[in-house]
């Protein structure tokens, strides 16, 4: 399928993988990839990163934020851009595709510009979002919406499991926290958001197809619920009296699956972190916590799930005699891609010569934010087994290169306001 | 109750209420109770007993597993003894009655001997366990095991949760692995093991009683469970494709509670540990860690319901196909305790002007670990609402000086061998 000009080609692909290995590498647990927002590795990855930007011909510098950007000029001085992006932050014990291979692939399409001396009527500008994961502030896209201008700043205060505010993290990795305010950019200094990113399903390979072209990112609701019982000695309470906050949890991840199990609207719900206290083997747990993620491609559907679910776990809290403290700490609207964008995607697609094929994202991505002030598309890049968050993710090279070689032709065709509903004003 | 000699009376009751204070306040955790074994608290904790013992006119030392040793001398040197003994560790966000009481009440109880110079035909022994909660190395009574010399020496690679070895932990304790042998005592040296320790139920609270006579210790197994299923991510793998770890460990929660709920054999169940990994909000679980305590009141029950429910457990796997790794990590035989002691106990318990009331103890003691060489008898005192393994625990002042009054009758009434079906070699 990469036949051709093969000499170009290999040379791309093989490029990213090898980056993509190196900012694998960068982790802070042993024998597995753990990159959490701005810990002392993120820090080393975006200077890393940066590298690669300057190498590439772009002006590169750190966010308030800590995003990594890259700007490379179009024929004239200070353009608007095609903003290129996705995110370098990984989840606890990741793979290394998701995020990195879209800041990468970004980096070595401006790469190959620059070594053929090539501009374009506008600016192209890469940026790596330092925070799309969540993982350490429970608040996901920090970064994107720091750049959209629509950063909350209660997160702030915000504190991660070791009771690390984000307020004092940031200055750890030195920036100040005051001025998030200057990594937000404006609606006329971008012409469009685009994204490469890995399907993190099986719809690609299903499909036999390397590439798809990306309809709408599905959105999210987040929960944070604890349950208060009462602690006691596992030998000595009769289980009548007993008020077991994670017996009670346990019921409550079983509704939760089931509800989703017998939804025939592509709802899906995860209980990802539990955690019960005191947490010892002889003591009746008196309080657990745990998190709740439910999607759907719809949000109508997604929210009339969420609405039905909770009168289910306050049901079981209630019978249980345990004292219940639920939260949504994150809802995230379904983003639909731009059609013009869509249509350029599956027009570049269709010159590699790849079937052009349409598909949601089930999992959430920076363009959610970035929606805020520009058109979005994405490009999905079929990823082994559907497997994502996890260790055994892969891409095979071949779909490195396609996906590459899909991103540079858009980048070199675009056609910078056809079909967009709002144009912009210019530079 | 307590009234007739009241001056004698209120002095021992608060001295002894003052010490658990004193020792309560020894804390790895600010603002809670947590007291692990082989911790810098737990050597902190061992002075302030050693302290103790001298004052109370005892030779003391701390031995080869970190247990604390005093021992008062009876009318000649080197007398067989009676020892008297509890623990001094605790279980995370413990309550301050629970072991401690044994210990500062046998201690009293000594010190109120040697104020008025009183020597018995035996010498008074009194130890205070190092470890009975099992909480830092996942098996219990390590303390009164090294004293019976049936230590486990492979529990020494054991690794707590921060990856510290037993090992290691006793070297940075100042012990020596090597040697734990030296903490071994014979058959011969002691005449009974007697244990003075709160109820941690809600019988003597429902009796109105302030003390009563343990008949048995029930016995426990403890099973460490895991369950690997698949690692993904939260929005993209469907429902019906998951290998969720922790949905599946909730099942087993579930049908371990339900098991137990319905049986009439006074069985009780707990899970009061669990793990869910890589444990972020928009990760299914790939793999759960928990763990499972059962008892009841006879041998025979308990291991007929841990033999019913592995196979559920085991099912619930299969259905899910999750790999599940099933350990018995402990595994405790119900201890009776010695008729003789029992009668020896309710007389001073009658003499003292309390109804005689005996009750199973349904949680575990170290006098399960002594009984391999020597009788074994036990003191209940009642705590507030039978509530324990919490920092609410609470024995009234009252309740305190009963149990030290009947403890110190045992002791100045005691017949050695009287009734004992298998008399000792005096030494």
Known sequence: MVAGNAVQTTSLGEEIVRRINLLGAISEEAGKLTRIYLSKELREAADLILGWMREAGMSAHLDAIGNVCGRYEGEGPGAPCLMLGSHYDTVRDAGKWDGPLGVITAIACVADLNRRGRRLPFAIEVVGFADEEGVRFASTLLGSRALAGTFDKSVLNTRDRDGVSMRDALITFGLDPDHIGAAARTRRELIAYLELHIEQGPVLETQNLPVGVVTAIAGATRLAARLTGMAGHAGTVPMALRRDALAGAAECIGAIEQFCRTDEGGLVGTVGYIQAKPGATNVIPGEVS??????????????????????????????????????????????????????????????????????????????????????????????????????????????????????????????????????????
Do not use: Y
Not at 316 to 340: F, K, M, S, Y
Not at 370 to 378: E, L, P, R, S
């Open 290 to 427: 745990f998190t709740i993620d439910m999607r759907a491609p719809i949000d109508m559907h997604r929210k009339r799930a969420v609405a039905e679910i909770v009168p289910q776990i306050e049901a079981i809290a209630e019978r249980r005699q345990l004292v219940l403290q639920l939260d949504v700490t994150h809802e995230n609207g379904t983003a639909p891609c731009a059609p013009w964008l869509k249509e350029q995607i599956a027009q570049a697609i269709g010159v590699e010569g790849f079937s052009v094929f349409e598909l949601p994202s089930g999992a959430g991505h920076d363009g959610m934010a970035m929606i805020d002030i520009a058109d979005v598309g994405m490009i999905f890049v079929r990823c082994r087994g559907g497997i994502s968050h996890h260790p055994d993710e892969h891409v095979e090279l071949a779909d490195a290169e396609a996906g590459a070689r899909v991103l540079l032709r858009v980048i070199e065709n675009f056609r910078p306001w056809e079909g967009k509903s709002s144009p912009q004003v210019t530079g």
